[in-house]
């Protein structure tokens, strides 16, 4: 018997090559040039275009950040990417072992089922950072055009496509397991991916608790990346999300076990998660890396509002499908609740539109509570936030308070030189002709 | 005894697979698990192989000695056999000079650069033995390794399992050819609908069908027949 690690590395080997000849890793990989290209091109055009000839006009300055005008667009790609081509490519890696009756042999070696998955979860990860190296040229591209480029705000959005690769190849893994047919398992991973969409649907339509678990689908996930901010939550809760897919894949596909032997570790792995995800959610730290402080207010009002030590209470009166909710929410909420993590803030209304509530006085209010204190307001800006917060706590507003450090953003006049030869022809080219060698030198 | 069943029940829904079957392998010996298909050779070999669990029953044998190859499989169809020997020779750890000998025993030098997705039942069968006998496990456990295969091949695979043996090593092979299986084993194991119906050389076999009929026995088929 060899060593524990040599085996290990053996599998890494296989895995790769079994990576390497999957056809559809390489479709994958073709096909993130052009929706790659497709996204970078019109972004960086409309970047341009609202940057003007000679650089930017006052008062805009927002809009010419790269972060939500280059980043979040091109990477995009990788949104759709792992929604509909990394599930086929982590199925048919995890499918294809049951498939052969590779895995009755592997199975027969002292190796954990869990290991031989990470083996194979790692090896799927690095083909995912292999495809993103599309977006990863749009970068380059970018950089040669003049563009600025923060890296942080960069890590951000990379970090998001990341987790969500992760994500999927664990999800993907454990309908692979649990199924016995690809199909069947392509199925089941395609119905979770629409199932997130819907809950998406049902946040924005009934708020609530359905809005909580919004946050923690793909979809959201990804999107407070791009706005860069980085949640301690958001990665602890996709952490084990990934874990317990992994482990129940590994459940699923050890050999020798009966179904209710696999049954009740499934359950116990479940009750698990949902314990560390439900401590997950009550864990506030978060990092705003966006240059422009998208998802904080200016470090003057935030030492300030650091002072605020009782429960400040805050309803607003706002339907979820109330456009001013989600100005009120992207805005001012969502930098409230980092500025004064143990702020109370619930939104209150009786429907989901809000059309029928306008005749009640209270609606469209926003109340601040702070010991026996309490200010409304109707302001759904960041400015009417905190200016609302601070008559409530008494603070005072010093001059400048949101000023001091005003991102004043990149503007960049410029147009997408060489992106199409190079997302449209240069690159699929390269990767299907790659395919075709690889594939013939293997034979 | 290297591997000892005892009393190994298996039951799918209401179907018995298996009936408290109980046997000893014995080292160095080539045993064959005779029986007509659907007999429960395979569920046999998965619940020892560890592939399947077993409802009641036991079976000892020394940690990791039993390697347990499947029928009808076509595992890594995308790589080389010579890949798949060099994968299996250091995921299992073989012994140095043990593929090559393999290579030459089975045949397997015009298959090395060939996908094993694209060999032939025969020439996949060859190829899975040698991974099989590869993982330099002390016992294998091969299911129908002869099926597929022609007479010469037939012949020359049974050949080089026998040579397998000489230096320790224990085959237990399911086999439904009764010919196949009169050439290479030692010893049989009769399975028939879930129960074993007799073991032991040709021989005991013998006497014992005869013993059963009332009748002269000839060979291993017509015990076979009268045992089952």
Request: glycine share 10%; hydrophobic share 50%.
């Amino acid at each position: 018997m060899p060593s524990r690690s040599a085996a290990i590395v053996w599998l890494f080997a296989k895995e790769w090559r079994e990576l390497l000849a999957s056809r559809a890793w390489w479709v994958m990989l073709v096909v993130m040039g052009p929706l790659v290209g497709m996204s970078f091109i019109s972004a960086v055009t409309a970047y341009g275009e609202l940057s003007g000839a000679n650089g930017t006009a006052e008062g805009v300055g927002q809009a010419f950040s790269p972060l939500t005008g280059i980043w979040a667009p091109t990477f995009s790609a990788c949104e759709l990417a792992a929604a509909f081509l990394l599930p086929f490519v982590a199925i048919r890696l995890v499918s294809g072992d049951r498939q052969s009756g590779a895995m009755k042999i592997e199975m027969q070696h002292s190796l954990s089922s869990f290991t031989r998955i990470s083996v194979k979860a790692t090896m799927l990860m690095l083909g995912w950072l292999i495809a993103t190296a599309a977006p990863l040229l749009g970068v380059a591209l970018w950089a040669s055009y003049g563009g600025h480029i923060d890296a942080p705000e960069l890590l951000s959005v990379f970090a998001g496509h990341v987790l969500n690769g992760g994500l999927t190849i664990a999800l993907a893994a454990t309908a692979a397991a649990l199924t016995e047919h690809p199909a069947t398992a392509a199925i089941v991973t395609l119905t979770v991916t629409v199932g997130t969409w819907l809950i998406n649907f049902a946040a924005a339509v009934n708020g609530g608790w359905w809005e909580r678990a919004a946050a923690f689908t793909p979809t959201a996930m990804v999107a407070e990346f791009q706005r860069g901010l980085v949640r301690a939550d958001i990665i602890i809760a996709a952490a084990v999300l990934i874990f317990l897919g992994l482990a129940l894949a590994a459940v699923w596909l050890r050999i020798g076990s009966s179904v209710a032997q696999r049954a009740r570790t499934s359950v116990a792995l479940v009750a698990m998660a949902a314990v560390a995800i439900a401590g997950a959610v009550r864990v506030r730290a978060s990092w705003d890396v966006s240059e422009g402080r998208y998802n904080s207010f200016s470090r003057a009002d935030e030492v300030a509002m650091r002072t605020i030590h009782g429960e400040l209470k805050v309803r607003a009166h706002f339907a979820p499908e109330d456009p001013r909710r989600s100005d009120l929410e992207y805005r001012g909420m969502r930098k409230l609740r980092r500025a004064v993590p143990h702020a109370d803030i619930e939104y209150v209304s009786k429907t989901s539109t809000g059309l029928f509530e306008q005749t009640n006085d209270q609606y469209g209010e926003i109340s601040y509570e702070l010991d026996g204190r309490k200010v409304v307001s109707r302001i759904t800006t960041a400015e009417g936030v905190r200016d609302a917060v601070f008559a409530v706590a008494n603070l005072q507003l010093g001059p400048n308070s949101s000023e001091d450090d005003e991102f004043r953003g990149h503007p960049l006049a410029a147009t997408p030189r060489g992106a199409g030869a190079i997302f449209y022809g240069i690159w699929p080219v390269i990767t299907a002709a790659l395919a075709v060698f690889i594939q013939w030198r293997s034979a | 005894m290297v591997i000892r069943i005892t009393g190994l029940t298996k039951q799918y829904g209401s179907i018995r697979a298996l009936d408290r079957v109980s046997f000893d392998v014995r080292p160095g010996e080539v045993l064959g698990v005779i029986g007509p298909n659907g007999s429960g050779k395979t569920t046999l070999f998965e619940c020892i192989g560890g592939v399947l669990p077993f409802d009641d029953g036991r079976i000892e044998s020394e940690s990791q000695s039993l390697f347990y190859l499947p029928d009808g499989i076509g595992p890594w169809p995308a790589q080389t056999v010579s890949w798949a020997l060099r994968y299996i020779e250091g995921y299992f750890g073989a012994p140095a000079g043990m593929r090559d000998a393999l290579i030459a025993a089975l045949s397997l030098e015009p298959l090395l650069n060939k996908r094993i997705g694209h060999l032939s039942k025969g020439q996949r069968k060859r190829a899975l033995l040698a991974i099989g006998l590869l993982t330099s496990r002390q016992v294998l456990f091969a299911d129908e390794p002869f099926d597929g295969l022609d007479l010469r091949q037939t012949r020359e695979v049974a050949q080089a399992l026998r040579s397998f043996t000489r230096d320790g090593r224990t085959l237990v092979l399911s086999i439904h050819q009764i010919a196949d299986a009169a050439r290479v084993c030692d010893r049989f194991v009769l399975l028939s609908g879930g129960t074993i119906r007799g073991a032991g050389t040709l021989p005991e076999l013998i006497a014992l069908a005869s013993e059963r009929q009332q009748a002269s026995i000839a060979g291993l088929e017509e015990a076979f027949l009268a045992l089952t």
